[in-house]
């Protein structure tokens, strides 16, 4: 407003704050949208913090502290505008922390935390601009660099304070213990058939389970989560459905139980929470439905036909490499790009 | 019912609540009348006044000899005070006729339109009537589609879809009578059989008082979804006729007229009373003492305006000529009410969009594809414009964007979408890209 005192005869009078419109915008921003995920995952999250005590504490917290950390330190150096406040860092460590077992190490979660954000998010140029899962990349690496580690399954005793009580020694592959899942496929692979009642577990993976990843305590906080994030709108229904509806109907295509193959495993973290990923996933909506159906068609293949029980990293990842090119397959006729049949007639 | 959403579009509040109930009353007289000479699509008009010149009101200020023109007419009796560039609602400066008032006014009487009484054209031409929704568009030329195609229906546009703005409202509710007169008058004169008028559901009293006063007219008010942008010229016609129009075509190739209703009035007020196009009905809403909506007379400084409303509110930020959505902010409020202003709306600090500094990335969440009322990719071309990738601006069908700015004001980041790809369009257009 103090420009206006030194207004002149000839030049026009600007004493006002101008913008191009529009100059309204709706409520929901990045961080807010960001915030629904981190408030979706909490129930599932709290649950697993709950009943693993603190082995599940520190892998939260040094996952989701090294992704933020990695992040703002990536833009200290590089003389970036700080962008940590887009709370997108948070649910990448989340998700980290959410795919690895409870008793991981903390510096591997770090580890994880760094390349996720370091090598598959801010070297491709941030938010927005990664072709793959930050957190399905870190925790590839991981899991890839320490298998021993990261198939350690065995079913946590429970308690608090004995997060370090892995073995120093290093022989981490002594305790090893097996998921559910990986019973299941095992026995799949090995006899055509199961050595125990799939639909008993039903109710474990549902509510309760402390075999696996942090992430599959509960599958029915996980569902809980996935539905409020769609009915907010925050994601679009498309991805999980084709994904967890393609795993359904090949399970039991292949002969094995649909439900549990949903329920068991990584499925439905990476149906709800990470295939959804806005960045690495197609933005047309029959493109959605195609990429959460490959997901789900490369999960259950693998799952079947490969060597690991585990694959839903890999499933999303690839199809992240495939997003670009369903989205061309997708592109949207503009409205009035018709024939014009009548003014050429017209014309003629 | 026979209406056809459009796909996308968006909801903004649309904060009408202040003034819908508000009854238009006249505009204050002010010390001065400035009427630039560009006040529409097409040519600018040439003063035909000097300095020092006794005006009528109704009087011819300003023409010009090119089809795509509308003449500018005095509102007032008064004295030319200067012939000269002034700062017009769209941030530049541009050639106009600014008048002293007479303290005495008669805005009763003006001097009558010079025209063949029989010929509509002729007569909304010398009135100067422009498209009173926002566009300005010549209505005479409108009414005088190409030889080669046949119109056969017109569609008045009721929808009023910016937020904030109820000046269309007020006309239909307190003019119906005369916006179905005037709808018939254009009707007649290109020769179409079917006459819509398209009116967003928001408006049930507006709806109510037109069918009432349809009166055996073969008019059908058809009420519309409230949508942004069901006012949008292609998507309503979409919606009330199921016809689209072909990209880089007129409506009429697809045998359609559309007509704000405030030029309904305006035409069947120059045919039947010989008036020129004087007086706008407009709102002042927003982060004013008093929303009002009121008959100005065009010329009047918006900030005459304005403090007839009460004055700007303490906490009023951004002031934009038109609505929201697609208005200009205005730099100064030492800018006169031209024939295209529909409104005039304060926004607070707290309720204006951020500005926005560039730097904000895309995270491709598709809201914007799923907003977006052409069905376009709008983050994919304002990312090309950006980089002035003008070839991808090309490839994802940047010339079909209609500028309502739903991509924009869906955008979680904010980015400035429209805006960049508004850049990219020029940028084509300078190219000759058709």
């Known amino acids: ?348 | 019912m026979r209406i056809r959403p459009f796909a996308g579009g968006t909801h903004p509040p649309d904060r009408k609540e202040g003034t819908a109930g508000r009854a238009v009353r006249p505009g204050p007289v002010p010390d001065r009348i400035v009427l630039p000479m560009s006040q529409h699509l097409g040519a600018p008009c040439t003063p035909l006044v000097a300095k020092g010149d006794r005006v009528a009101r109704g009087q011819v200020v300003g023409d010009v000899e090119a089809l795509i023109s509308a003449p500018v007419h005095s509102p007032v009796s008064g004295e030319v005070t200067d012939v000269g560039p002034v700062l017009t609602p769209g941030g530049v400066r541009a050639m106009a006729v600014t008048i002293a008032p007479d303290a005495e006014q008669d805005l009763t009487t003006w001097v009558p339109i010079q025209a063949p009484r029989d010929d509509v054209r002729a007569t909304v031409r010398a009135a100067g009537i422009v498209g009173l929704g926002g566009a300005a568009f010549p209505t005479a030329v409108k009414l005088s589609p190409p030889k080669q195609f046949t119109i056969d229906t017109v569609v008045i546009n009721g929808c009023e879809c910016e937020p904030y703005l109820t000046c269309d409202h007020r006309v239909m509710l307190e003019r119906a009578a005369d916006v179905i007169a005037g709808v018939g008058l254009i009707a007649a004169a290109v020769g179409a059989k079917a006459v819509f008028i398209g009116v967003e559901d928001n408006k049930p009293d507006a709806i109510a008082a037109l069918r009432a006063a349809t009166n055996g007219a073969e008019v059908e008010v058809v009420a519309l979804k409230t949508h942004y942008p069901q006012g949008a010229e292609k998507q309503l016609i979409w919606a009330v006729t199921g016809r689209a129009v072909p990209r880089g075509q007129l409506p009429a190739a697809i045998g359609v007229l559309v007509h704000n209703v405030g030029t309904a009035v305006a035409v069947l007020e120059a045919v039947e009373l010989r008036k020129p196009l004087m007086e706008r009905v407009m709102t002042i809403a927003g982060a004013v003492g008093d929303p009002s909506n009121f008959l100005a007379l065009i010329g009047t400084p918006i900030e005459t305006l304005v403090e007839a409303a009460g004055g700007l509110l303490p906490d009023a930020g951004r002031v934009i000529a038109g609505g929201p959505m697609t208005g200009a902010a205005l730099a100064s409020l030492d800018v006169p009410v031209v024939k295209g202003t529909s409104g005039v709306v304060a926004l607070t600090e707290n309720e204006s969009a951020p500005v926005v500094d560039g730097d904000q990335a895309c995270i491709r969440c598709g809201r914007c594809v799923e907003a977006c009322p052409m069905n376009l990719h709008p983050f994919a071309i304002a990312s090309h414009a950006d980089r002035r990738m003008w070839n991808g601006v090309e490839r994802f069908n940047a010339l079909d964007c209609i500028e309502c700015g739903c991509c924009s004001y869906v955008c979680p980041t904010r980015r400035p979408l429209v805006q960049l790809i508004k850049v990219g369009k020029a940028a084509l257009m300078a190219k000759g890209v058709k």
């Open chain 1, 1 to 348: 407003m103090s420009d206006a005192t030194q207004e002149s005869a000839s030049a026009p009078v600007h004493t006002r704050v101008v913008a191009p419109a529009p100059h309204i915008a709706a409520a929901l921003t990045c961080p807010q949208i960001m915030l629904w995920v981190i408030a979706a995952l909490l129930p599932a999250a709290l649950w697993a913090v709950w009943n693993m005590g603190t082995p599940a504490i520190i892998t939260f917290v040094a996952s989701i502290g090294s992704c933020v950390l990695t992040e703002f330190a990536w833009n200290a150096m590089m003389k970036r505008k700080q962008t940590i406040g887009d709370l997108s860092a948070i649910v990448t460590g989340m998700l980290l922390a959410m795919s690895v077992p409870p008793r991981t190490p903390w510096w591997i979660c770090m580890v994880g935390g760094i390349v996720a954000i370091g090598l598959a998010k801010m070297l491709f140029g941030g938010l927005g601009f990664n072709l793959f899962n930050p957190a399905l990349v870190g925790r590839a690496v991981v899991m890839m660099s320490w298998l021993g580690v990261m198939s350690e399954v065995k079913p946590y005793a429970g308690g608090w304070f004995n997060a370090l009580s892995v073995p120093a020694s290093g022989k981490l592959d002594a305790i090893n213990g097996a998921t559910r899942l990986a019973i299941a496929t095992a026995d799949r692979a090995a006899q055509g058939g199961y050595g125990f009642d799939l639909a008993k577990q039903f109710g474990p993976l549902l509510f309760k389970n402390l075999e696996g990843s942090l992430g599959e305590v509960s599958a029915g906080l996980l569902i809980l989560g996935g539905l409020v994030l769609i009915v907010r709108g925050i994601i679009d229904w498309r991805i999980p459905v084709g994904y967890i509806g393609s795993v359904a109907l090949l399970s039991w295509a292949f002969g094995s139980d649909p439900i549990f193959n949903v329920l068991a495993g990584g499925v439905l973290l990476g149906a709800f929470f990470m295939a959804t990923d806005y960045v690495t996933s197609p933005i047309t909506k029959n493109g959605r439905l195609v990429f959460g159906i490959g997901c789900g068609v490369f999960n259950i293949v693998t799952r079947f036909f490969g060597p690991m029980p585990e694959t839903t990293t890999f499933a999303i990842l690839f199809m992240n490499g495939l997003a670009p090119l369903i989205d061309r397959m997708f592109m949207p006729k503009p409205f009035g790009h018709i024939k014009p049949a009548k003014a050429v007639k017209a014309n003629a």
